[in-house]
């Protein structure tokens, strides 16, 4: 789940069957959520980003096979589209998983990991692209600007003394967002970018307390753009509404568990800049 940063918009990455991906929108003001295409291959959800007006769609992706390599697209790479729509506007060959992260800077500016030239078929129009050296990491808790911090999650160190496995072990205890007198914290470890069909487990506390108000299980969860708490569980999308009687109460607002991959044409709008 994409989260825009200054639009009610969002887009939802769900996986299966096996191998396959569908893109929807998901407009949260209105919550209505707006069917998109299917890829079959490899996606990686934490090296994806929305733009702050959640008009363009960054993700990173790859194939594995001789066509892809055949096309142009090496095994990897990196693409720009208009979501809920695959379609890339720009994209450019990476041939590996180890770069590969993304992230808008603003609307019309795109950070990446790997940069080689553009397909001669997706140059990146408007769109000015920089290389961030740390991306190449391959690790969105090594540099500061990540998705998760851009979005108001703060991370919460490990605390002293406990021994690293590696240089390039930087774990961390948790992350953190605060919205009103409510804090939701995730546990978190370095492994937070690969997709899990296992839930995490959710805290909900009060700041002026400390006290605990509720704990769940989700396979995603936060307070989208008017603070709504908000989850993802088993193929379904859920808000939540707290009281003191009842405590943390959730109501359904959309199932995707009965879709099935569909050949979706992409529309005129979206295969332009």
């Known amino acids: 789940m994409l989260l825009a940063r200054k639009a009610p918009v969002a887009v939802v990455m769900r996986r299966g069957p ?30 994806c980003d929305l733009s702050p007006d959640g008009q363009l769609f960054s993700y990173f992706a790859g194939k ?9 697209y090496d095994d990897t790479w990196i693409a720009v589209s208009r979501p809920p729509y695959f379609t890339a506007l720009a994209l450019w060959p990476v041939g590996d998983t180890f770069g590969g992260q993304t992230m808008f800077t603003d609307d019309g500016t795109l950070h990446v990991g790997s940069l080689k030239p553009h397909h001669p078929d997706h140059p990146p129009g408007r769109l000015r692209v920089e290389l961030h050296p740390f991306l190449n990491l391959d690790d969105p808790i090594l540099w500061r600007r990540s998705p998760w911090e851009s979005t108001g999650w703060d991370p919460v160190p490990l605390p002293d ?35 899990s069909r296992h839930p995490s487990v959710y805290e909900i506390t009060n ?14 969860a936060d307070f989208d753009q008017r603070g709504r708490l908000v989850a993802a569980v088993g193929g379904r999308i859920l808000a939540g509404k707290i009281d003191r009687r009842h405590g943390l109460r959730w109501h359904e607002l959309a199932a995707f568990q ?16």
């Open 18 to 47: 096996t191998k396959w991906w569908h893109l929807t929108l998901w407009n949260t003001d209105r919550d209505h959520f707006t069917s998109g295409q299917w890829f079959r291959g490899s996606l990686y959800p934490a090296k």
């Open 64 to 72: 594995y096979s001789a066509r892809a390599r055949d096309r142009g």
């Open 161 to 195: 003394g406990v021994k690293k496995t590696s240089y390039f072990d930087r774990r961390l205890a948790a992350w953190r967002k605060v919205v009103g007198n409510l804090v939701l914290t995730r546990a978190a470890d370095r492994h937070d970018r690969f997709p």
């Open 207 to 220: 700041t002026n307390t400390g006290a605990e108000v509720a704990l769940f299980e989700a396979h995603w």
């Open 258 to 273: 009965d879709e099935k991959p569909e050949k979706v044409k992409t529309p005129p709008w979206a295969m332009r800049w």
